[in-house]
């Protein structure tokens, strides 16, 4: 089984590449506002070279609670590639209390795809949506 997961914390990301029990990572610190270049980090996995996007089993995101807005941007990428290539999309649910590592991330991804039926529908691409749990106040601008 291969599963790709990228985790990003809006100032870290990281990518890992599980092929049956062996992983590969790859994970960079940068700047918040900074976009990850996304060909990069597949490179340093090995994309291209051990494999390629349409070999994935699974694909998978940590839904974490640091940056809503860099959770987005991971789901929304694998979200296109996972519906591109109708394969599974995985959200992990990560919380500020056990921040995961990308390894952690895989393994917890493998775990939950093998458990439950593979056919969930929770496993569709359109269904994964990251979340964030905080409740927002917004300040309106004419008050």
Do not use: C
């Amino acid at each position: 089984m291969k599963i790709l997961a990228i985790k990003s914390s809006g100032d870290r990301t990281a990518i890992g590449l599980m092929m049956n029990d062996e992983i590969n990572s790859f994970s960079m610190d940068h700047g918040r506002k900074d976009r990850p270049n996304w060909e990069m980090f597949l490179e340093n996995v090995g994309h291209k070279k051990i494999f390629n996007l349409n070999e994935i089993d699974v694909f998978a995101f940590e839904n974490n609670q640091n940056s809503y807005t860099a959770t987005r941007i991971t789901a929304s990428y694998l979200k296109g590639i996972s519906s591109a290539l109708k394969k599974p999309l995985i959200s992990i649910e990560g919380n500020l209390e056990r921040d995961l590592d990308i390894e952690d991330l895989l393994i917890t991804a493998r775990d939950k795809f093998l458990s439950d039926n593979i056919n969930d529908k929770r496993f569709d691409p359109k269904n994964a949506n990251p979340i964030y749990n905080d409740d927002i106040k917004f300040k309106k601008l004419d008050e």
